[in-house]
């Protein structure tokens, strides 16, 4: 839930609406529903901006997530470098730890 948290968080003070659906949304209404997943409807076109993603993807931090941003350095190394670097003092600690290790395994 915290990682959720983060995200919305991440969207908001970007000024991107974003809409929490599927078994989330329902439990703010009271409906109980097993699910483990949370799923954010954006529809703003800065969310298909590299840096945007990149920076998504370093929220979550899980193995497949840090790959992702690996293949985007691939398709713009300097830009998206350039852009992620500037953001990263007003993120938390953890999305800058996953920053280290996306570009430690990218030299190595």
Known sequence: MRLLLDV???LEARGVPAALIVGSALATHGVARATLDSDVLVVDA??????????????????????????????????L?????????AVPAG?????????????A
Do not use: C, I
């Open 8 to 10: 919305l968080a991440y």
């Open 46 to 79: 800065a969310a298909l901006r590299h840096d945007f993603w990149a920076m998504l993807k370093l929220y979550a931090a899980g193995p497949q997530d840090l790959v992702d941003v690996q293949l985007l350095l691939a398709g713009d190394p300097e830009g």
């Open 81 to 89: 470098s350039k852009e992620v670097e500037q953001r990263l003092q």
């Open 95 to 107: 999305v800058r730890a996953a920053w280290r290790r996306v570009r430690e395994q990218s030299t």
